[in-house]
C-alpha cells in the first residue's frame, strides 16, 4: 500500500499551496457547478455542497455515494482535518486547479480516485461491494477451463454514440474497431449492445441496420475468450479497466489520453498489453498470444496478483486518504465551519445537503445472528444440457451479522418502503434491493416532505414483495423473526408495513402472534417520519440464504420430530397465473404411475405446505415459489426443478444445498413440455426411486 501512498504524493507535484485559494474554488465551483460538488469535511462530519445548475442524474449519484461511503469507512478509523476540496460527477473536466474525479489526464492537476459508477460491465463498479463483486469474479474463474480451451479471440463488447457533426461511424475509436473485426473475424469478436447518434445524417435506426446490435455478455462468459478489449476514454472506460485485470482474460488496453488512479503502476506487457491509438499492433498483439499462451497465463496471473493489491476497496480507502493527506499538506486556508458563508450567493442556500456517514445515523445496533459463510456443490443436470445461469452460480456465501438497527429521524417511503435521512439521502443499505432498482424506480421522483405522517416510534418491515411466498417467509417473516428477538417491548412499538392481503399472511401471523399489535399501512400517497426507528436487517437476497433463516422457519413450522417420509409430491402449476405448463397433464399421468402425488399447493394452509414437505422422499416441480417449501424437507430428500429456458434461477438449488437435499434440474424449451423431456423425467424418477 505504500506505493499507493507515492502515487498520490506523484500527482500533486507542480501544485504549489498559493495556487490553491478559496477564490479559486469558488471560480471553478461557479463555472463548472453543474459537474462539481463541493465536499467539506468539518469536525469529522462530512458535508455536501451542490451548485443550482448542478445537473442530476443516475451516474452523478453513484459517484456521490462512493467518495461518501470511502470517507465514512476512513472516519471510522481514523480521524480526518477539516478541509474542503472539488469533485467532478461527470465524466471529467481538465483543470489546472486539484479537483478529484474519476479519471486523470497528463499535465492537468486532476487527482483520479476511485469513484464508481452505475454503468458499465455487469452493472458498473460502485465502490461499496465492488469487493464482493470482485470474489465472485474469482470464484467464476476457477470455474473456466485451461486457457488451451479458451476461444482465441479478443472480445469487445459495449455501446457506440457518435456525436454531433460525424461524417462517418468509422470516425469513432469503436466504429473503426468494428470496421477492422469484419476482416479479421478469425482475430475479434466485436459487437455494440447499444448504439446511438446524435448526429441527425446518421440515424440511430441506420447503423443499428448497418452494424448489428448483440445482446449483454456477462462477464462470466466474456472470460471464455483469450483477451478482452478496453476501447474509449472518458470514466466510462475507467470503471471497465478496474474490472479487466480481475478477469480471467488479457487486457488489451487502448491508448488513450486518460487514466484511472492505479493505471501509472501497471507495466506493458506485464499486466496487460498496450493497443495504439490507430489499432495498428492490435492483430499482431492477438496473433502473439494465439502463438504463445504461456505468455498469456502470465500476463493474466500478473494482472490478477496486481488487481487484488491495488483495486480493492482497502485500496481505494488507503488511496483517497493518501490524496486528502496531500491536499491537506497544500491548502493555505482553514475551514473552520460547515455548510454556507458569505462567499456562497443566497441562492445556493436551498442546495445545500448535510450528509451524514451512516454509521453516524444509526442510534444504536441490537446484535442478532453472527455472520456466517455457506459453502455448495455445483448444480446439477439430469442430461448433458447444463445451463449458463446454473454453471455461473456463485459456489459460497457470506453473510453479515443479522442485527436491527435504531435510526433517528428517518423517513419511510409509503409506495417503496425506501429509507432516507432528515435531510432526503436514500439510505440503500437498509432499503431493501434498492442497489438494484435505483434507476427505474420512482423514489427518485417524489417529493420525500409530502404528505408527510409523523410519528414517534416505529418498527419498518415494509416491503413492496411481500405478495409473493418466498420474499414472504424467508425476508419478512424472518425480520419480524429479528424485531421479536431483539426490540425490548416490541409489542409497544407500531409496525410500518404494506398492506396485507392474502391467506398465508393472515396465518403466519396468526402462529407469530402478530395480531394483537398495532399496525399502520404503508400507503404509496405519503411519508412517514420516525423518531425512533427500528430496522432489521435483510437476512435472505437473491439465492443467499443464511442457515439462521432455515432453523427459525423449521421451528417455527414443523415438529422437531422427524416423521417417516411416506410421500412422493408433484407440484402443480395448474392454479398459477404466470408459467403455465401447456401439457402438464400428460406429465401427471406419468407420475402417477410412479405413485407420485399431484399437489396444489393453493389448497393448502402454510402449515399444512410444510407438513407434507416435511414427509416427503421425492419433490419434482417447475420453478416457483412453492419450492419454497424445500426448507422443511428431510435430509435425504430428492429434488428435481424443471426450468423453461427462459427463466433459471439457480435460487432453490442454494435452498436445497442448505438442506443437504439431493438436487438436479433439467432445462425445458418453453412452456409446452417436449416428449424428450417427459421421458428424462420419467428415467430420473426410475434413477431416484
Not at 495556487?19 to 463541493?38: A, Q
Amino acid at each position: 500500500m505504500e506505493a499507493l501512498k507515492r502515487l498520490a504524493k506523484r500527482y500533486f507535484v507542480g501544485i504549489k499551496a498559493e495556487d490553491m485559494t478559496r477564490k479559486r474554488l469558488l471560480e471553478l465551483f461557479n463555472e463548472h457547478g453543474k459537474n462539481l460538488v463541493l465536499i467539506q469535511i468539518v469536525d469529522q462530519k462530512v458535508y455536501v455542497i451542490k451548485h443550482p445548475a448542478y445537473l442530476d442524474g443516475e451516474a452523478r449519484r453513484s459517484r456521490i455515494e462512493s467518495i461518501l461511503y470511502l470517507l465514512s469507512q476512513i472516519l471510522k478509523k481514523e480521524s480526518l482535518p477539516n478541509l474542503e476540496f472539488l469533485v467532478c460527477v461527470s465524466d471529467s473536466i481538465q483543470s489546472d486547479f486539484p479537483i478529484l474525479s474519476s479519471i486523470g489526464f497528463p499535465g492537468k492537476a486532476v487527482i483520479p480516485i476511485p469513484l464508481g459508477a452505475t454503468h458499465g460491465p455487469d452493472g458498473g463498479t460502485q465502490t461499496q461491494g465492488f469487493d464482493r463483486k470482485i470474489e465472485e469474479i474469482y470464484r467464476q474463474n476457477k470455474t473456466i477451463g485451461p486457457i488451451e480451451h479458451k476461444i482465441k479471440k479478443a472480445i469487445f463488447r459495449g455501446t457506440l454514440r457518435l456525436s454531433k457533426g460525424t461524417t462517418h461511424y468509422t470516425n469513432s475509436m469503436r466504429g473503426k474497431l468494428f470496421d477492422i473485426s469484419q476482416k479479421h473475424r478469425e482475430n475479434l469478436d466485436v459487437g455494440f449492445t447499444n448504439i446511438d447518434s446524435q448526429e441527425p445524417s446518421i440515424p440511430k435506426e441506420a447503423l443499428i441496420f448497418l452494424l448489428g446490435k448483440k445482446p449483454l455478455l456477462a462477464l462470466a462468459d466474456q472470460q471464455n475468450y483469450l483477451a478482452n478489449l478496453c476501447v474509449g476514454a472518458w470514466a466510462g472506460w475507467a470503471d471497465r479497466i478496474r474490472i479487466l485485470p480481475h478477469l480471467d482474460s488479457v487486457t488489451l488496453l487502448h491508448e488513450s489520453a486518460c487514466y484511472e488512479y492505479f493505471q501509472p503502476l501497471m507495466i506493458d506487457g506485464i499486466h496487460f498489453i498496450k493497443i495504439d491509438n490507430s489499432f495498428e499492433n492490435l492483430i499482431d498483439s492477438i496473433d502473439l498470444l494465439k502463438s504463445n499462451l504461456s505468455l498469456a497465463k502470465t500476463i493474466i496471473q500478473n494482472a490478477n496478483s496486481f488487481a487484488k493489491t491495488y483495486i480493492t476497496e482497502l485500496a481505494f480507502e488507503v488511496f483517497l486518504k493518501a490524496v486528502i493527506d496531500e491536499l491537506s499538506a497544500r491548502i493555505p486556508y482553514q475551514v473552520l465551519k460547515s455548510g454556507l458563508d458569505n462567499n456562497f450567493p443566497v441562492a445556493y442556500v436551498s442546495n445545500f445537503a448535510k450528509v451524514i456517514a451512516h454509521s453516524e445515523e444509526i442510534k444504536r445496533t441490537l446484535m442478532g445472528y453472527p455472520a456466517s459463510t455457506a459453502e455448495r456443490s455445483r448444480p446439477q443436470s439430469i442430461d448433458s444440457c447444463s445451463s449458463s445461469v446454473m454453471d455461473s452460480a456463485n459456489l459460497s456465501s457470506n453473510f453479515d451479522q443479522a442485527n436491527v438497527f435504531q435510526l433517528l429521524n428517518t423517513k419511510v417511503h409509503g409506495k417503496t418502503g425506501f429509507l432516507c435521512t432528515q435531510s432526503d439521502v436514500i439510505i440503500s443499505e437498509l432499503s431493501g434491493n434498492f442497489g438494484n432498482r435505483r434507476e427505474k424506480d420512482p423514489a427518485f421522483n417524489v417529493d420525500w416532505n409530502v404528505n408527510v405522517k409523523k410519528i414517534k416510534a416505529g418498527i419498518h418491515l415494509g416491503a413492496p414483495g411481500l405478495p409473493n411466498y418466498f420474499h414472504w417467509m424467508f425476508q419478512f417473516l424472518p425480520r419480524f423473526h429479528l424485531a421479536q428477538k431483539l426490540i425490548p417491548h416490541y409489542q409497544q412499538i407500531p409496525i410500518l408495513i404494506h398492506k396485507l392481503s392474502l391467506p398465508f399472511h393472515n396465518e403466519t401471523l396468526n402462529e407469530m402472534n402478530f395480531g394483537a399489535l398495532n399496525i399502520i399501512e404503508l400507503k404509496t400517497s405519503e411519508t412517514i417520519m420516525v423518531d425512533d426507528l427500528f430496522v432489521p436487517s435483510m437476512p435472505s437476497i437473491h439465492y443467499h440464504i443464511p442457515l439462521w433463516v432455515t432453523a427459525f422457519l423449521r421451528k417455527q413450522f414443523i415438529p422437531l420430530k422427524l416423521l417417516p417420509l411416506t410421500e412422493k409430491l408433484y407440484i402443480s402449476r395448474i392454479n398459477s397465473s404466470n408459467r403455465k405448463v401447456e401439457n402438464e397433464s400428460k406429465l401427471i399421468d406419468k407420475l402417477k404411475k410412479n405413485k407420485f402425488r399431484i399437489v396444489e399447493l393453493e389448497q393448502l394452509s402454510v402449515r399444512e405446505q410444510a407438513m407434507l414437505f416435511s414427509k416427503a422422499s421425492h419433490v419434482i416441480a417447475f420453478h416457483g415459489a412453492g419450492l419454497s417449501n424445500l426448507v422443511f424437507c428431510h435430509p435425504s430428500a430428492q429434488v428435481l426443478e424443471i426450468f423453461q429456458e427462459t427463466n433459471v434461477h439457480p435460487l432453490y438449488w442454494s435452498l436445497s444445498e442448505l438442506m443437504h437435499l439431493s438436487y438436479q434440474y433439467l432445462v425445458n424449451h418453453d412452456a409446452l413440455l417436449t416428449e424428450n423431456s417427459i421421458n428424462k423425467i420419467e428415467k430420473w424418477c426410475d434413477r431416484a426411486l
